[in-house]
């Protein structure tokens, strides 16, 4: 009768631990990344305000900001120009909420 109940026992736990779903593991993104305002032409806000674009839909930034990656307004600033960033994050509501932010070098 224990060998019995053993078996169901083991049987049970290794069932459960198989049916349990992987968490989602965040997801390294490429994406484009500028100022909101001066390259994408966002009007949400007034000045300047780091914002990618992912499947060509606009999003201002958290958890990094434009003068975080340099000036802004320099020749290959993101006032300037659009860039290349690799990210994960999500995007809540209207904004994209970073975790990981690392700016691409520009091709030349």
């Given at each position: ?48 305000d ?18 975080d ?35 691409l070098?520009?091709?030349?």
């Amino acid at each position: 009768m224990k060998t019995i109940l053993f078996t169901f026992c083991l049987f049970v736990v290794s069932f459960t631990a198989q049916a349990q779903e992987p968490k989602d593991q965040p997801k390294t993104q490429w994406v484009e990344v500028s100022c909101g305002q001066c390259q994408f032409g966002m009007k949400d806000k007034k000045g300047c305000d780091l914002a990618v674009r992912i499947d060509g839909k606009s999003y201002f930034v958290e958890g990094t900001k434009l003068d975080d990656h340099g000036d802004a307004h320099a020749e290959d600033g993101f006032c300037s120009a659009i860039r290349q960033a690799e990210v994960i994050g999500e995007i809540k509501g209207n904004r994209f909420v970073v975790t990981y932010f690392k700016l691409l070098p520009l091709k030349k």
